[in-house]
Nanobody, 124 residues
């Protein structure tokens, strides 16, 4: 089992920044990396960013690319999401997920474990 806990959400102003943290406990060696997803009210959960444990390869959704950085601390099995130039449309619950074998890094099906989510509200 892998337990994921997100932190760092809250209310922010447009143009500001946020830094989310995903902490892990449990069998981290059974996973391949971490992804961040978000779900706005009334919308489907969507991919934001991901990072592989091995090599640190990163992936980003088009609408956050250039203003978002995902990073990892392998020793702590912790992943961070730094997002700058926040927009009201970034408002959502942000989820951290542990990547399992196979499937795409960009879809929810590729992830085995999920955190409870941390809400982010960006006001204009």
């Amino acid at each position: 089992q892998v337990q994921l806990v997100e932190s760092g959400g809250g209310s922010m102003q447009a143009g500001g920044s946020l830094r989310l943290t995903c902490s892990t406990s449990g069998r981290t060696f059974s996973t391949y990396g971490r992804g961040w997803f978000r779900q706005a009210p009334g919308k489907e959960r969507e991919f934001v960013a991901a990072i592989k444990w091995s090599g640190g390869t990163t992936m980003y959704a088009d609408d956050v690319k250039g203003r978002t950085t995902i990073s990892r601390d392998n020793a702590k099995a912790t992943v961070y999401l730094q997002m700058n130039s926040l927009k009201p449309e970034d408002t959502a619950v942000y989820y951290c997920a542990a990547k399992g074998p196979g499937s795409s890094w960009y879809g929810t099906n590729g992830y085995t474990y999920w955190g409870q989510g941390t809400p982010v509200t960006v006001s204009s």
